[in-house]
């Protein structure tokens, strides 16, 4: 690498945050909250790229409209299709730990796998600033970070069911490293493509990103995560895809690692030679992107921070979704363990799909005043009853479990559950959504906004990974079958097996979590709450950033 090949680029641009089913739900804030600032980033430098055109060149120009450009966004598509695959991979992978009984705390030490889409902010400057400029800006990260993720995911093809089959169990530890590095890969892919998109597409057509991303990741999470849970699973093959029942599913997990992999690998190759950055088409010209140091973007964010209204809103963010944790991050997996197929749990996701493309049309018409946080506010009661309500549906689940599976009103049951739980969650979504637009400082306001939905998925990644950790600890077992054993620790519950005993569950922890969840967050919603909505009456002056001082 020769130092007039490397160029540091000043650019300040702080792209969207990183993200199913019940037990991904967190994963789906994180994904949410990528597309609503990548949306307002696009636009942001869209605006940034029309003034720095000149007057006469803005008569002049020829729009191309979508027609041209379909190859580009075609492109995009593809390329955001890929950063989803490995997203649901990752989403799967606890359904199928769970089928094989792992402890929970096995669960919370491979959720940190979900951590990389809400921190990429704190490298995303360092892949704005540092490339070749001979291979180009974007592709510089873009085409190597690919590259890894299909020899990761080759690497996993070979080695997963030995990972999955162990002797003891999963090897949770290198399941969670090797995802872990999918995730982060996939995170700086994502920061790659976003900025790629600026420059690829016309200023004519560049709010077109947006709707690549949001497509494109939604498709590529389907196709790691739903789909590849039904075409995995034997029962679901046999009983609507196939006429002779077999033993294992259509697909396996190293079949679709391995075809994924090498899907990365020629799809890389063929960018890396055949397109070129800053292509330029009939009426167009070669557009500057915005500058700022990587120092200084960091200065800033530290700037932001600091801020008092800005600090107490993050601390009342990273805390707001405790009371949420147990209901989010565990009940998925409960229903798993007591009986539920995993790939049935996963296609639930489908019919939510129109759900959640209407529920925030609609919301927003409640969060566009100056108050969007009340609408945040009174949501947040009926969440935590809701989670409630999913402790009573994973209580029920044992009893009504029949022979033949689960009755079809037992599913129907378990979809309304969800909805309304969508419902509410995307009413305090949306609504925090609202509020950060609305108070972020327009001159800095992508890196604003990111900062703060960086903090608001923080605020549910650490309390869903605690939750996960405290079930094992809060679940009491007795040790029935023999006497003077004990079931507190694997050791005794292994002696206790060995002494003929069974190990039986007398207080399931994901009980107690949900009790103590739920009475933390009413405590939070009556102390901290309140506070939460006074900050609704700061003058607009208390969230702006003096950078200067």
Not at 29 to 55: K, P
Request: charged share 15%; hydrophobic share 45%; net charge neutral.
């Amino acid at each position: 690498m020769e130092p007039s090949d490397v160029i540091t680029h000043k650019n300040g641009r702080q792209r969207k945050l990183a993200g199913a089913t019940f037990p991904n739900e967190n994963m789906r804030d994180v994904n949410r909250g990528e597309m609503s600032t990548s949306e307002q980033d696009v636009y942001e430098e869209a605006e940034g790229l029309i003034r720095g055109l000149d007057s006469e060149d803005q008569r002049h120009r020829v729009k191309p409209g979508i027609r041209g450009e379909l190859g580009n966004v075609s492109l995009l598509l593809f390329l955001y299709v890929l950063q989803g695959i490995p997203l649901g991979l990752a989403g799967s992978i606890p359904l199928i730990l769970q089928s094989k009984s792992v402890s929970y705390k096995d669960q919370a030490f491979f959720s940190f796998v979900f951590w990389p889409f809400s921190l990429k902010l704190l490298w995303a400057p360092l892949v704005d600033a540092l490339y070749f400029s001979r291979f180009g800006r974007r592709k510089s990260w873009l085409v190597p970070t690919q590259y890894l993720l299909g020899l990761f995911m080759l690497y996993l093809s070979v080695t997963v069911n030995s990972l999955l089959q162990s002797e003891g169990g999963p090897n949770v530890v290198t399941l969670t490293a090797v995802f872990f590095m999918l995730a982060f890969l996939a995170a700086t892919q994502d920061v790659a493509v976003d900025g790629w998109a600026l420059t690829m597409l016309s200023r004519e057509n560049v709010g077109y990103a947006s709707t690549c991303n949001s497509v494109g990741q939604t498709a590529g999470y389907f196709l790691g995560n739903v789909l590849f849970l039904a075409l995995e699973s034997a029962d679901f093959c046999n009983r609507y895809l196939r006429i002779e029942p077999k033993d294992t599913g259509i697909v396996t997990l190293s079949d679709f690692l391995f075809f994924w992999g090498m899907v990365f690998l020629v799809s890389t190759t063929l960018v890396a030679i055949f397109k070129r950055e800053n292509e330029h088409g009939k009426g167009r010209r070669r557009v500057q992107e915005e500058t700022q140091g990587v120092m200084e973007t960091y200065k800033l964010l530290f700037s932001i921070i600091k801020m008092p209204t800005v600090f107490t809103f993050c601390v009342l963010l990273l805390t707001a979704k405790i009371g949420f944790s147990a209901a989010d991050a565990v009940t998925g997996l409960k229903l798993v363990e007591a009986g539920v197929p995993k790939e049935q749990l996963a296609l639930l996701a489908v019919p939510m799909v129109p759900l959640q493309i209407l529920l925030p049309v609609v919301i927003s018409k409640y969060t566009a005043g100056p108050r969007p946080l009340d609408v945040f506010y009174k949501a947040f009661p009926f969440r935590l009853l809701i989670g409630l309500e999913y402790a009573l549906l994973v209580w029920w689940t044992s009893s009504i479990k029949q022979e033949g599976g689960f009755p079809v009103y037992y599913y129907a049951i378990v979809l309304l559950s969800y909805a309304v739980h969508q419902v509410a969650l995307y009413s305090m979504y949306v609504a925090c959504m609202a509020f950060h637009a609305k108070v972020s400082d327009p001159l800095i306001g992508g890196t604003y906004m990111t900062l703060l939905n960086t903090v608001t998925n923080l605020g549910g990644n650490w309390p869903s990974t605690v939750a996960l950790w405290m079930v094992d600890p809060l679940t009491t077992k007795q040790c029935q079958g023999t006497v003077g054993q004990s079931c507190g620790s694997p050791e005794e519950a292994g002696l206790c097996v060995k002494e003929g005993g069974v190990c039986e569950t007398t207080l399931d922890g994901y009980y107690v979590e949900s009790v103590v969840c739920v009475v933390i967050g009413l405590a939070w919603w009556v102390w901290l709450g309140k506070k939460m909505r006074r900050l609704q009456e700061e003058s607009p002056a208390a969230w702006r950033c003096r950078i200067n001082q």
